[in-house]
Structure formats: structure tokens, C-alpha cells
């Protein structure tokens, strides 16, 4: 299928904020062996997006240096020896850059098929939450029925996603949020306790909820300001999950003889890194355990709102507002 040689694409004129993105032309990638060519229909807007656009998160060498991290869209050209997919396809894919643009590159093995009745807003707004939310609580964090985890931002995309599939293989699930309203959303979503962690404490509200045994599990994307507090709120064996720095990297004052005595796992991991074996591996996984309740109509991303490519700039506004509740899309 011919397709043109220019593209729109989103472009940031220097690392700064908001401001900087703009549309530009350019020539539209080709795949390389092993990849797929999609015609991008809507692209998932996330943290990391925004730490590229600062500056701080550069793409890794080889990857594409336009924001974006996760597309659906339909296939229009292959790369030599991939034979999983066909020319017509309507996937979506964990892209390693490339996302805010009219067609994205991405290896075959991290592309999935549009769950059941979904279209591409709500294809698009899957593989970045559920590929880091399936490697780090369930690979890392080995989150079992049965078990307690606090999931921290649970109102964010990562968060709607943790607590939906948490809740979906038998964990109490307590999550916390930065508003009365944002709390209220995580109980809709199936958390069975939702802390403000503006008005209370997330420790002392665990030590209450859990009769002082803690959690199994945390998966916490704010780093610094939170991990001493995390620590003290683990059970026996718990392990704390770190994806994200948003209150600082460096951390103080971690008594480590809890860590010890209560033979904790601190631990974490980011996604982009990752081998693109790493990423196919969490993709066969997905579609094996995750893949299915979806086409059931279960643990359903939650779209909060929907922005045209030229918006990117209002889009990446709104996330670094934390005003939103679940997904931010780009309509392209």
C-alpha cells in the first residue's frame, strides 16, 4: 500500500515547557527488520512524555526522537521477517518513541490487537499503563490473590489500570489520591479504601486498615518524599516498587534494619530500557491473563479527555496539572 513520504508530527522547538511543542513536517519512518509501520489514529499522552519534553528523559540511542510512547492505528507496511501481522491490522503498540505523529515504527512483538468493541482512542490508551503495570506489580512485585497492596496515585492512568487489575485476581487493594473527588473515582474502580493523602497520612491510614500487619505490596510512583513511610507500611516479606521520582530520588532517613528483620524487597524498574524481547515477553503475557477480561468488558482503561495532535501542548497542561482522572489521548 503506497504511503505518503511527509507526515505531521509533533515537535519540541528546545526542552522547556508546554509551550515548546508545535506541529511540523517530516518524513515518515520506514520499519526497519522486525518492525511494523502503523498509520497512528490516537496516541496515549504520559509522565514520561513530559520528562522528554523537559529535557531530563532522552530517548535511548537508536529510538526515535518524537514524544510518544504508545499508538493504535492501522498496519500499512511491514519490516522484513515479520510475519505475526498483516498489512490492514488494527493494533496498538508500546512505541519506543515516534508516538505524537501521523505513522509510527514499532517492533512487532510489542504490538497487540484492539481488544473486543474498542476503538483506537480507547486502544491507544493500554500499552504504556498495562505493559508498566503488568511488569512491575505482577513480574516485580508478584502480587498474588490474597494479598494487600497500596497503589499510590490511584487516580492517575498507571493507577486506574493497578487497581482494576489488582482487584481483578483477588487483592484488597488500597490506593491513594490527592482529592475527596479523586478518591471517590478509586473506589469506583474497585479500591476497597482510598486515602486523601493531602488531609491524612497514607502510614498511619494503613497501620488502621491493616491492624498494623501492612501491606504486601506498594507500587509508588512518588520515590523520595514517600519512602521511609512506605517502608514502615510493608508487611513481612513486603515488597515496595518504585516507578517514578515525582517527590525526589534521593531518600533520607530509611531505617534499614526493617528491611532486614522483616526481609523487605525494595526494588523497581522503568519500561523504555528494556529490551524489545523484554517488551514481547510482557506483551504475550498481556494477551494471555489481561487480554481476555478486556474483551469481557473488564478492567477497561478510563479516558479522561481527548485532544487533537495540534493540541499536544493544553494536553501535556492537564497532566502536569494531575487534574485528570485516568487517560489523556491525542486524537491524530
Not at 514520561?48 to 519534553?53: E, F, L, N, S, W
Amino acid at each position: 500500500m503506497p504511503f505518503p513520504d511527509k507526515m505531521s508530527f509533533v515537535a519540541a522547538t528546545a526542552a522547556g515547557g508546554p509551550e515548546v511543542l508545535h506541529l511540523e513536517q517530516g518524513p515518515v519512518p520506514r520499519p526497519a527488520p522486525g518492525e511494523i509501520l502503523l498509520r497512528v489514529e490516537a496516541a496515549g499522552v504520559n509522565r514520561p512524555d513530559v520528562q522528554q519534553r523537559r529535557g531530563v528523559y532522552p530517548p535511548p540511542p537508536g529510538a526515535s526522537p518524537i514524544i510518544g510512547l504508545e499508538v493504535a492505528g492501522e498496519v500499512i507496511a511491514l519490516g522484513e521477517g515479520v510475519d505475526t501481522v498483516v498489512i490492514g491490522d488494527r493494533l496498538c503498540a508500546l512505541a519506543n518513541g515516534g508516538g505524537y505523529a501521523e505513522y509510527c515504527t514499532v517492533p512487532a512483538g510489542q504490538a497487540l490487537r484492539f481488544p473486543r468493541g474498542f476503538d483506537a482512542i480507547r486502544a491507544a490508551a493500554l500499552p504504556e499503563t498495562y505493559f508498566t503495570v503488568w511488569a512491575n506489580l505482577f513480574q516485580i512485585g508478584r502480587l498474588a490473590a490474597g494479598e494487600r497492596v497500596l497503589i499510590h496515585g490511584g487516580s492517575s492512568g498507571i493507577g486506574v489500570t493497578a487497581i482494576k487489575l489488582a482487584k481483578a485476581i483477588g487483592a484488597t487493594v488500597y490506593a491513594t489520591a490527592g482529592s475527596d473527588t479523586k478518591c471517590d473515582a478509586c473506589l469506583s474502580f474497585g479500591a476497597d479504601a482510598a486515602i486523601n493523602y493531602r488531609t491524612s497520612s497514607f502510614e498511619a491510614e494503613i497501620a488502621k486498615l491493616t491492624g498494623k500487619n501492612g501491606v504486601d505490596v506498594i507500587l509508588d510512583m512518588v520515590g523520595a518524599d514517600y519512602a521511609a513511610a512506605n517502608v514502615r507500611s510493608l508487611s513481612r516479606g513486603g515488597r515496595l516498587v518504585i516507578i517514578g521520582f515525582m517527590g525526589g530520588r534521593i531518600a533520607n532517613e530509611i531505617d534499614l534494619t526493617q528491611i532486614v528483620s522483616r526481609r523487605l524487597t525494595i526494588t523497581g524498574s522503568t519500561m523504555r530500557p528494556r529490551t524489545a524481547d523484554d517488551k514481547a515477553t510482557i506483551a504475550r503475557e498481556l494477551l494471555d491473563r489481561v487480554w481476555p477480561q478486556l474483551d469481557a468488558g473488564q478492567c477497561a482503561p478510563e479516558i479522561h479527555h481527548v485532544f487533537s495532535m495540534s493540541e499536544a501542548a493544553e494536553a501535556h497542561r492537564l497532566m502536569e496539572s494531575s487534574d485528570h482522572i485516568g487517560k489523556i489521548i491525542l486524537r491524530v
